[in-house]
């Protein structure tokens, strides 16, 4: 089970940071990932980590946000900054065997959390 939070209304610039807790699986075999959804689009892969802690971001993301995890607390975190209305959708954390950009390899995904970049 993957359990996101965090999100919430932010001003354009402006930064959050979203959370992800793990549990019912060896978090530290699998690779993480964040992704996000806006109506009538695909999911859209934003920033992945490794079990070794190698990274891989999305170019519309690079440089404003940071993927982190703590194998010691089953946790996985997305740090943003600069924040912009395009950013605007639901954030979603999953987790995979497999070291991917791509949604379809991953097996548990959290339920969602909303982030509004607005004035």
């Known amino acids: 089970q993957l359990q996101a939070c965090g999100g919430g209304l932010v001003q354009p610039g402006g930064s959050l940071r979203l959370s992800c807790s793990a549990s019912?699986?060896?978090?530290?075999?699998?690779?993480l990932g964040w992704f996000r959804q806006v109506p009538g689009k695909e999911r859209e892969g934003i920033a992945c980590?490794?079990?070794?802690?190698?990274?891989n971001y999305a170019d519309s993301v690079k440089g404003r946000f940071t993927i982190s995890r703590d194998n010691a607390k089953s946790m996985v975190y997305l740090q943003m900054n600069s924040l912009k209305p395009e950013d605007t959708a639901v954030y979603y954390c999953a987790a995979s065997t497999v070291f991917s950009s791509r949604a379809n390899p991953y097996d548990y995904w959290g339920q969602g959390t909303l982030v509004t970049v607005s004035s």
């Open positions: 980590i490794n079990n070794s802690g190698g990274t």
């Open positions: 019912g699986f060896t978090f530290e075999d699998y690779a």
